[in-house]
């Protein structure tokens, strides 16, 4: 198999792994933004995270495209490894050591991910509170007239109390 192959994949493998350290940075931001309740930094952010995204989905493609013309289907890390270790073994380490790298990565953006998604939530359950208190703040109170017009104040004057007795 053709070493140029390996070395392709490696460089590859290196821009996915800076990539992804761009991403997760994006996605540190983002978390600090919704902490700080900065809608309008929000979106800036968030259009940089669909461009690092689509910027990851090409360099899988590449690494898809690597892994048809050296092993003739798409494959994992694993895959790769055990190709190397047939093929070439002085790429096995730097591929166990990148697919490490890949693997924590993966792992941290899921978490900072998952933060995120709660203090999405968290945010929307804020501001149904804040609406609640709003409408309920400049919405008729009917519910405290009593059929005369009058606020019900529950306090019992003495010529209701007579004619009640």
């Known amino acids: 198999m053709d070493r140029k192959l390996f070395q392709n ?3 590859v493998l290196d821009k996915i792994i800076k990539a992804n350290s761009k991403l997760k940075a994006l996605f540190e931001e983002k978390r600090e933004l919704l902490k700080s309740a900065k ?4 979106g800036v952010t968030d259009n940089k995270i669909i461009a690092a995204n689509n910027q990851i989905l090409k360099l ?3 690494r898809k495209n690597l892994a048809i013309l050296m092993k003739g289907e798409d494959t994992n890390m694993s895959g790769f490894i ?3 270790t047939n093929e070439a073994p ?3 380490e730097p591929l166990k050591e990148r697919k490490v790298k890949i693997c924590n990565d993966f792992q941290e953006l899921a978490l900072l991910n998952q933060q995120n998604v709660e203090l999405i939530k968290h945010g929307i359950i804020m501001t149904n509170k804040m609406l ?3 409408i309920d703040a400049f919405a008729p109170q009917g519910c405290n007239y009593n059929g005369a017009g009058k606020t019900d104040s529950h306090d019992y004057d003495v010529w209701t109390v007579n ?3």
Not at 39 to 42: A, E, I
Request: aromatic share 4%; no cysteine.
């Open 9 to 11: 994949l490696i460089e």
């Open 39 to 42: 809608p309008d930094d929000l």
């Open 60 to 62: 899988e493609n590449e």
């Open 82 to 84: 055990e190709l190397a």
């Open 90 to 92: 002085d790429f096995v």
């Open 132 to 134: 609640e208190t709003v």
């Open 163 to 165: 004619e009640e007795i």
